[in-house]
């Protein structure tokens, strides 16, 4: 990656100037109780330090803003597990958004690689999605300043946002990997053979009511453990679960029911660890008629839950990256047509490599997936002679920056079409109208 040594130095100064006020403020809010307002976020505190070094009507601060917000209005899709790898140029301050579904009981896990030349802070923030239109999304949560790992219990259902976003004049690649892992343990103990027959929505009753639980089978007398560290609530015996266990775990919104137990071996008040055992496994209960099996359910205030994301969400292992990792960063052009109307041969900068393709940005700087068999080097498509003097653009747009003026009869090559543009190289490389 190309960094001048004046663009480090200008960079220096700016982060020398920000660790000055950080280190004012930090005296300052000694002074305070500092418990009546929600701590800041790394983000946050370096955007205020910005604007108190005098930089809030600076172009780097508005674009690094406007990048900031438009990574959370216009995030890129993505299906956890997810992981790619990812380039940010140091000449327009970026953020990238991921929107993405989780449930209720996942345990996110982002983690991020970075490879730069030089010492690179990277911002990395969680929210919730907005419902609509209208809201906003809502901060979670914040990697610490200077990690890059990142993990969150979902608690609910529902659309969030990663954005990832480094501090200015700064160039890197990164790798990211998002997944999603189990945020309780097995309630049946591991080492026991043992597998899933029953799961939560399953009609029961002639459709009178559905299962609020999933049902593992194992051998009777399987010991029944503690999925989560916790108090014992109700130790008890009732007709649908037979012998059954409550437990609350230890700073979470919602109880654990153990049921169909053959015996119970702890009390109610009793603390558990993880892997302590509770029982072992039976058929008591309504359960008599079937094979030996834990019902395990899960209640929060609204009423009962599904398991499995708590226990199986399924989602460790993202899907391999086939596309070349090392056209990350490049400007290559397109083969087919990645818009309506608009000619196949369009250059686009490689964002990110993922799957079987690429993540790539358009000259209007919209963002589409691509295959890598779709995207081709930017070599010459053909010669052309100018017939009339040209102005060489720095973007297909006329209100773009003017590098210079082409004479009649100069020859160039065309490299790739956006709109009625051609980029060509003559051997400086711009855009001209057609």
Same mark, same amino acid.
């Given at each position: ?116 030349? &030089? ?12 419902? +609509? ?63 899933? %027959? ?30 989560? &560290? ?18 609350? *775990?230890? +700073? ?26 509770? %029982? ?11 094979? *030996?099996?834990?019902?395990? %359910? ?15 969400? %399924?989602?460790?292992? *993202?899907?391999?990256?086939?596309? &070349? ?21 369009? *250059? ?15 000259? +209007? ?70």
């Amino acid at each position: 990656m190309r960094v001048t040594k004046g663009m480090n130095s200008y960079r220096r100064h700016i982060r020398f100037a920000v660790i000055l006020l950080a280190a004012f403020t930090a005296a300052c809010s000694d002074q305070l109780t500092g418990t009546l307002f929600r701590s800041p976020s790394p983000h946050e505190r370096y955007l205020n330090q910005l604007r108190d070094a005098g930089l809030e009507h600076s172009t780097m601060y508005q674009q690094w803003l406007h990048a900031s917000r438009h990574s959370l209005a216009s995030p890129t899709t993505v299906t956890v597990p997810h992981q790619e790898s990812a380039y940010i140029a140091r000449e327009k301050p970026t953020a990238i958004g991921y929107l993405f579904n989780a449930r209720q009981g996942e345990r996110l896990h982002i983690d991020i690689t970075i490879s730069s030349t &030089d010492s690179v802070q990277l911002f990395i923030d969680l929210f919730e999605a907005a419902l +609509d239109t209208t809201g906003e999304p809502r901060h979670l949560t914040s990697a610490d300043t200077g990690a890059t790992v990142l993990t969150w219990d979902t608690k609910r259902d529902g659309q969030y946002i990663l954005r990832v976003q480094p501090e200015l004049l700064t160039e890197l690649s990164f790798k990211l990997r998002l997944t999603a892992e189990a945020s309780l343990g097995n309630p049946v103990a591991p080492n026991a053979k043992q597998h899933i %027959g029953s799961v939560f929505g399953d009609i029961r009753d002639g459709g009178r009511r559905s299962h609020e639980g999933i049902d593992i089978f194992a051998a009777r007398h399987t010991p029944v453990i503690a999925a989560v &560290d916790g108090v014992v609530g109700r130790v008890g015996d009732n007709r649908l679960g037979g012998k059954v266990i409550w437990l609350r *775990p230890k +700073d979470r919104q919602f109880n654990l029911y153990y049921a169909h137990l053959d015996s119970q071996l702890v009390t109610p008040g009793q603390f558990v660890t993880m892997g302590d055992t509770l %029982g072992l496994m039976g058929n008591t209960g309504n359960a008599r008629t079937t094979p *030996p099996h834990l019902h395990f %359910g899960i209640y929060g205030i609204g009423g009962a839950v599904d398991p499995l994301p708590f226990l199986r969400p %399924g989602k460790s292992t *993202p899907p391999k990256i086939i596309a &070349d990792t090392t056209r990350v960063g490049d400007t290559l052009r397109s083969s087919t047509s990645l818009l309506p109307g608009i000619s196949r041969h369009m *250059p686009m900068l490689v964002e990110a490599s993922y799957r079987n393709g690429y993540r790539v940005v358009l000259p +209007d700087y919209s963002k589409h997936f691509v295959l890598e068999k779709h995207a081709t080097p930017l070599t010459p498509l053909r010669r052309i002679r100018l017939a009339r003097q040209r102005t060489l653009y720095a973007q297909p747009d006329t209100t773009s920056a003017q590098i210079t003026h082409l004479n009649v009869g100069s020859q160039a090559h065309v490299l790739a079409e956006y709109d009625d543009f051609l980029l060509i190289e003559s051997p400086i490389r711009g855009w001209i109208q057609q």
